[in-house]
């Protein structure tokens, strides 16, 4: 497993070395590169990003390799078709299966988070779902969500604001953790979580003009 940037040398030359390297680690196997829309774009291609490609596409075609290796190629899809259509023609048709995945929507996120807390021993305050389907509904429409990676780091940040409600509590956490049946991450928690979120995912610019010339038409 490479990022397609590992593949790329800091000179000319060692990009070659770096294929030929790791495509020899997985003959018989499978070679992952994530990241691949970084061999390439519409507008920036390379030397080194070239060599990469011309290089896999030679390795490909090796007896060693050919119908024995796997390789993988994985990336968002809007800049993998953006790659995919701007470099080598006989390294794009040499990749012949596509798998899409879906983006995880709120309801995917809840589950997740349901698990995570669950694996751990802890639980989700009921009155806590309503707002984590509503805030993620939103929140998933901004630019840059990332799904299981924005839902894996907003469980950290979640137990990090349950952590800090109970150190606020002083002498009173003890107290309130001997109430909890099981440890739970409640609504103070899940709100201020995605609090959190949201200032790391601004509203789309448009939005926020929108919003402004809405409240100037109402002084109006």
């Not at 490609?53 to 800049?79: N, P």
């Not at 589950?111 to 995570?116: G, I």
């Not at 707002?131 to 429409?141: N, T």
């Not at 003890?174 to 790391?200: M, V």
Request: proline share 3%; glycine share 6%.
């Amino acid at each position: 497993e490479k990022a397609a940037l590992q593949l790329q040398g800091e000179y000319l030359g060692t990009t070659k070395k770096n294929v030929d390297e790791t495509m020899a680690a997985g003959v018989g196997g499978m070679v992952f590169i994530d990241e691949a829309y970084n061999l390439g774009s519409s507008r920036q291609h390379s030397l080194y990003q070239k060599e990469a490609v011309d290089q896999l596409t030679f390795c490909m075609t090796e007896d060693k390799h050919r119908d024995r290796t796997v390789v993988v190629l994985a990336g968002y899809e809007r800049e993998m078709d953006d790659m995919m259509s701007s470099v080598n023609p006989g390294f794009s048709s040499r990749f012949v299966t596509r798998l899409e995945f879906p983006e995880w929507d709120e309801v995917d996120v809840l589950d997740y988070l349901e698990q995570r807390a669950s694996k751990k021993g802890h639980k989700l305050a009921e009155n806590a779902k309503p707002l984590l389907l509503s805030g993620f509904a939103e929140i998933r429409k901004r630019p840059g969500w990332a799904s299981a990676r924005d839902a894996g780091r907003f469980f950290d940040d979640l137990s990090g604001c349950r952590t800090v409600r109970l150190a606020a509590l002083g002498e009173e956490s003890a107290a309130k953790l001997a109430e909890e049946a099981s440890p739970t991450y409640t609504k103070e928690d899940a709100k201020q979580a995605l609090a959190n979120l949201e200032k790391r995912r601004a509203k789309p610019i448009y939005e926020k003009k929108r919003a402004t010339l809405s409240r100037e038409e109402e002084e109006e």
